[in-house]
């Protein structure tokens, strides 16, 4: 469906420091030297960790508590460029930003960033087993599915409604999302502590396996004739939103056993994407709850 989400933002302050470019590599800070940066909550995670060594360390042992990590642009330095292929491999999102950007999150950053979600996800391979077998062993479970979600308010309803309404996991994509921001924390009343959010590394294969275990793929879009209400749910079932005016994304679309729509007047645009979700998962748990 499409759904209208505010503006992205990289947190910018208004005023920014020369930064002399010379002095960005003079040497590795002490632990004890990195800011802590409190950006913008409402698009950007609370804390960013400037520094190789620190950054190194938070991709290495606590990659899903990464959300993005930010270079400096254009950089000549050899082990920035080892660090970005490191956070690649980890399936971290990377992005090249301008040196004002990297100091308006942490100073001193040494060319790189990391901005952390609030909480660590999950791994898909550590809880994969409980969901691929649950056919075969007869159990419900509802899997909640978010895409393109940038506003950090929307994802943290869409969190809160899923614990409501008996999710058992959120799963989210590794980029394209806003990060589990304070904003997130706040607007899920609690619920983000409760519900188990997986990050795959690769989202469509989930989807795919967990379609080959025997769960039914949904897709909420307003694009299709076939109405949410009195729609047929199976004891399994994985139901997939968009956000923004992209609806869902084309790999998810496919993979779809039907696309299903929520009822609405001629005259309103469309739902959110927590709206939408929260519609969704009324109807699937209704009759469970």
């Known amino acids: 469906m499409n759904f209208k989400e505010a503006p992205h933002s990289f947190g910018r302050s208004s005023h920014f420091e020369k930064t002399n470019r010379r002095d960005q590599f003079v040497r590795r800070p002490r632990a004890e030297e990195v800011s802590v940066a409190m950006s913008d909550s409402e698009t950007t995670p609370q804390v960013a960790v400037g520094g190789m060594k620190e950054v190194e360390e938070l991709i290495t042992k606590e990659p899903y508590k990464v959300h993005r990590v930010l270079f400096l642009h254009q950089s000549k330095n050899p082990h920035l460029y080892t660090l970005q292929k490191l956070a690649r491999k980890n399936h971290i999102h990377v992005q090249q930003v301008e040196a004002r950007i990297l100091d308006s999150y942490a100073r001193p950053n040494q060319g790189i960033v990391a901005l952390c979600n609030e909480k660590s996800l999950l791994a898909w391979e550590d809880i994969a087993e409980e969901f691929l077998t649950a056919k075969e062993k007869d159990v419900q479970k509802i899997i909640a599915v978010g895409t393109n979600i940038e506003d950090p308010r929307n994802l943290g309803a869409c969190i809160r409604s899923s614990l409501a309404l008996g999710v058992d996991l959120l799963l989210i994509p590794a980029k394209g999302m806003c990060g589990i921001t304070p904003t997130v924390a706040r607007t899920s009343a609690g619920a983000l502590e ?85 519609l969704g998962l009324y109807e699937i748990s209704r009759t469970r709850i």
């Open 194 to 278: 409760k519900l188990r959010i997986c990050r795959p590394n690769n989202l469509e294969a989930v989807i795919a396996e967990l379609k080959n275990a025997g769960f039914q793929i949904i897709g909420l879009d307003a694009a299709t004739n076939t109405n949410l209400a009195g729609f047929e749910f199976e004891k399994q079932v994985l139901i997939a939103v968009g956000g923004e005016d992209q609806g869902l994304p084309p790999f998810i679309r496919k993979q779809c056993d039907a696309i299903v729509r929520i009822p609405m007047m001629p005259d309103a645009h469309s739902y959110n994407a927590s709206v939408a979700l929260s």
